[in-house]
C-alpha cells in the first residue's frame, strides 16, 4: 500500500468581497493547485486521486476555497474536519481568512453592483453582519489573516506573493534566444537587443563557415571598439530588469539577441548574456534559433569596409 506524501495545503476563506479571488488567482499563478467551493469532506478523495499523466504536480501545494457558498458550509464543522484531516494524513494544513470592515464591504458591492449572497433582497450590511456571524468560529480557528479593508487588488497580491511564494516559484521561466533579422523577428522575446552595430564575421572568408560559438569568431566579435562597452551596458540594464519582472510576478521572460543572419554576433553575445547571468544566480535556457541556417551574401548586405 502506497504511503500518501505529506502535502502543504492551505484553506482559503473569509467575509464575501474581501478578496478570495484574488488571493486563489495569484497562488495559481505562483503554480498551487487551486479548487475553489471544494466541500473539506472531498479533499481526501481529491487528494487520492491520480493524475492524468505523469507530472511534477503532485508536489504543488494545494490551496482550497470555501465560504458561504460552499455546499453544506458549516464553520465549526469544517474547523473539525480540518483538525482531523491533518491529525490522520499528516498534511501541513494552514488556513488563511480574509476580513474587511463592513463599511468598505458595502462600499465594493455598491461599486460592483453586486447583490450580497445572503442579503439578495436587503440591504448589502445586513448580509455582512450575518455572514461575520457564521464565519466567526474559522475566523477564531484561521492561523494566517489579512484585514484588505485598505488595500487594493495589488496590494493584496504582493503581499500574497511575498508570504506564500518559494523561491523556485518567484523565479520567472528565463530564455535567452538569438535569431537573425532577415529570417523575421521572434515572436515572443519581451526583450530584443540589435547587435548589428558590431563588425560582421560574415564578411572575412576564413569566419565565415563558423558561429558565434567558434573561439576566433567570438575573439573576433569582441575586438570590435564598441563592444566591451555596449554588453557591460546590456548586462547591467537586465540584472537590473530582472529582478523586477520576478517582484512583478512575470512568469515566463525571453531576451532576444538579433544580427543579420543569426549565426555570428547574436549567437555569441547570447551565450555571453547567459553565462553571465548564471553567474548572478539566474538560470537561463538558450535558444539559437537560425544558427544552422547557411550563410548566405545576399543576407548580409554590404560588407561595411566597402
Not at 487551486?34 to 511534477?56: F, G, K, S
Not at 564578411?203 to 562597452?229: F, H, K, N
Not at 553567474?279 to 544558427?291: K, Y
Request: with cysteine; charged share 30%.
Amino acid at each position: 500500500m502506497n504511503r500518501q506524501k505529506q502535502k502543504r495545503i492551505l484553506i482559503v476563506s473569509g467575509m464575501s468581497g474581501a478578496g478570495k479571488s484574488t488571493v486563489l488567482r495569484t497562488l495559481e499563478d505562483l503554480g498551487w493547485e487551486v479548487v475553489d467551493q471544494l466541500p473539506v469532506l472531498l479533499i481526501d478523495r481529491l487528494l487520492a486521486t491520480e493524475l492524468p499523466y505523469a507530472t511534477e504536480a503532485d508536489d504543488r501545494p494545494l490551496a482550497v476555497g470555501v465560504g458561504i457558498r460552499t455546499r453544506g458550509f458549516d464553520p465549526e464543522g469544517l474547523v473539525r474536519r480540518i483538525k482531523a484531516l491533518g491529525d490522520r494524513r499528516g498534511h501541513d494544513i494552514g488556513t488563511l481568512f480574509l476580513d474587511c470592515s463592513g463599511a468598505e464591504l458595502e462600499r465594493r458591492y455598491a461599486e460592483t453592483r453586486r447583490r450580497h449572497p445572503l442579503a439578495t433582497d436587503r440591504p448589502a450590511s445586513d448580509g455582512i453582519a450575518r455572514e461575520r456571524e457564521l464565519l466567526a468560529p474559522l475566523r477564531r480557528w484561521a492561523n494566517r489573516l489579512i484585514d484588505t479593508t485598505t488595500m487594493s487588488a495589488n496590494d493584496l497580491t504582493q503581499q500574497i506573493r511575498d508570504q506564500f511564494a518559494t523561491q523556485q516559484m518567484r523565479e520567472p521561466t528565463l530564455s535567452v534566444l538569438s535569431f537573425g533579422y532577415a529570417r523575421g523577428m521572434p515572436r515572443n522575446a519581451d526583450l530584443v537587443f540589435d547587435m548589428r552595430f558590431l563588425r560582421n564575421p560574415h564578411w572575412e572568408d576564413a569566419l565565415r563557415p563558423g558561429t558565434g560559438q567558434d573561439a576566433d569568431v567570438s575573439e573576433y566579435i569582441m575586438a570590435d571598439p564598441a563592444y566591451a562597452e555596449a554588453i557591460e551596458r546590456i548586462e547591467g540594464l537586465l540584472l537590473h530588469l530582472l529582478p523586477r519582472y520576478r517582484e512583478q510576478g512575470k512568469a515566463y521572460v525571453t531576451i532576444g539577441f538579433g544580427c543579420t543572419g543569426g549565426r555570428h554576433r547574436s549567437v555569441h553575445v547570447a551565450e555571453r548574456i547567459a553565462q553571465r547571468l548564471r553567474e548572478n544566480g539566474f538560470s537561463p535556457t538558450v535558444r539559437h534559433r537560425d544558427l544552422g541556417s547557411a550563410p548566405q551574401d545576399s543576407l548580409e548586405g554590404t560588407p561595411a569596409h566597402l
